[in-house]
């Protein structure tokens, strides 16, 4: 687990260090790393941009087989891969949204925060993904979600569920 700490750690710096120009990014690669318990899981989306970097998200996401193990991954392709249903978005970098993940908030019109569009992209096989939209608020979710994440492998089903919401 600490190693792919380390590796998720090395991976931000580097994006970080891409995103910085003309800085010097610093990484301590080998340096303990905090447990998730200590991650700061205040909604971003509440703090008023002060650049113009996009947000970049990892997901923590619980491990089916082993209760209250968790696992990190950097990518939501990586994450569908394992078959993850429950994650959570955690901003490793960006200061303001891009602007397709603004229409996506904008979208889901007050019902999602770009973490929790974020969080569902990443997770498959479970709602919405699965089921039938059954309300409104659900109904722009579902829209949000239609534009944060179009190449969702389970996009098909979703954009059926909202035909057939708005009949």
């Known amino acids: 687990m600490h190693l792919l700490r380390r590796t998720v750690r090395a991976a931000c710096c580097l ?7 003309g800085g010097v990014a610093a990484c301590t690669a ?4 905090e447990p998730d318990d200590s991650v700061d899981s205040t909604p971003s989306s509440s703090v008023p941009a002060s650049g113009t970097a996009p947000m970049v998200f990892a997901f923590v996401c619980r491990d089916d087989g082993v209760p209250g193990r968790t696992e990190t991954f ?15 978005a955690q901003r490793i970098t960006g200061t303001e949204a891009s602007a ?3 229409d996506a908030v ?7 925060t770009i973490e ?3 969080a569902t992209c990443a997770v ?7 089921t039938p939209i059954e309300s ?7 829209a949000g979600l239609a534009i944060y994440c179009p190449g969702h492998p389970e996009m098909d089903h979703l954009r059926d569920a909202i035909a057939a919401y708005r009949g």
């Open 124 to 130: 498959s096989g479970t709602a919405p993904w699965t």
């Open 100 to 102: 397709q993940q603004q």
């Open 30 to 33: 080998g340096a303990e790393s």
């Open 15 to 21: 994006v970080v260090a891409g995103v910085v120009m």
């Open 74 to 88: 950097t990518t939501y392709s990586a994450v569908w891969e394992a078959g993850r249903t429950d994650c959570r």
């Open 106 to 112: 904008d979208a889901a019109a007050g019902e999602s």
């Open 136 to 142: 409104a608020a659900e109904a722009r979710t579902a």
């Open 116 to 118: 929790q569009l974020a």
